[in-house]
């Protein structure tokens, strides 16, 4: 089994700041199959970020991925309104044949 | 204008049965992944099933694994899961949404609920 586990649990910051979202892998993944969500509350989740670290049509460079292996990272540079969510880490791992998401961190104004 | 349509949620009693749609429009349906994905209130997302674009691979979550079947008919643009045997545990938004193994899942529909209740 894939576990996922994002952290912190819920980010405290003001408009402005930097967001930094962490997602840990309790094994080793390729980098390719990391993807990044945000969700509203509401609404569908919206793929951010594939690949780890591209960016989905339309998504603003304000978003950023980074990682490898078992640490993956997204950061929102500066912190609009409109970016207070719930994010979701997700990947794929081919040898369980599985698909699976991290718990989530929400962003709280 | 991309879109993708889920329906067949409602109210169903456990151990019973139900199959959910997805129709999609404004891409082409035959060329993506195809996955579900549920939501329980006020919880997190799981991913639950995937069929391949030519319905050549169906992998699933363990949580339901030989309950739920995933398939799809590319010539009506629809994506069906069967849920048998539901369980209390099984009541969620159910989301399809499109996306191979390395290009996250890019488009989603706005979910159709199911409640296992008695």
């Known amino acids: 089994e894939i576990m996922l586990t994002q952290s912190p649990g819920t980010l405290s910051l003001s408009p402005g700041e930097r967001a930094t979202l962490s997602c840990r892998a309790s094994?080793?993944?390729?980098?390719?199959?990391v993807s990044w969500y945000q969700q509203k509350p509401g609404q569908a989740p919206r793929l951010l970020i594939y690949g780890a670290s591209s960016r989905a049509t339309g998504i603003p460079d304000r978003f950023s991925g980074t990682g490898s292996g078992t640490d993956f990272t997204l950061t929102v540079s500066r912190l609009e309104p409109e970016d207070f969510a719930i994010y979701y880490c997700q990947q794929y791992v081919p040898s369980l044949r599985m698909f699976a998401f991290g718990q989530g961190t929400k962003l709280e104004i | 204008q991309v879109q993708l349509v889920e329906s067949g949620g409602g109210v169903v009693q456990p151990g019973r049965s139900l199959r959910l749609s997805c129709t999609a429009s404004?891409?082409?349906?035959?060329?993506?992944?195809m996955h579900w994905v549920r939501q329980a209130p006020g919880k997190g997302l799981e991913w639950v099933a995937v069929?391949?674009?030519?319905?050549?691979?169906?992998y699933y979550a363990d949580s339901v694994k030989g309950r739920f079947t995933i398939s799809r008919d590319n010539s009506k643009n629809t994506l069906y899961l069967q849920m048998n045997s539901l369980r209390a545990e099984d009541t969620a938004l159910y989301y399809c949404?499109?996306?191979?193994?390395?290009?996250?899942?890019?488009?989603w529909g706005q979910g159709t609920m199911v409640t296992v209740s008695s």
């Open positions: 949404a499109s996306g191979g193994d390395s290009e996250g899942f890019e488009m």
């Open positions: 404004g891409f082409t349906f035959r060329s993506y992944a």
């Open positions: 069929i391949w674009y030519d319905g050549s691979n169906k």
């Open positions: 094994q080793s993944v390729t980098s390719t199959y």
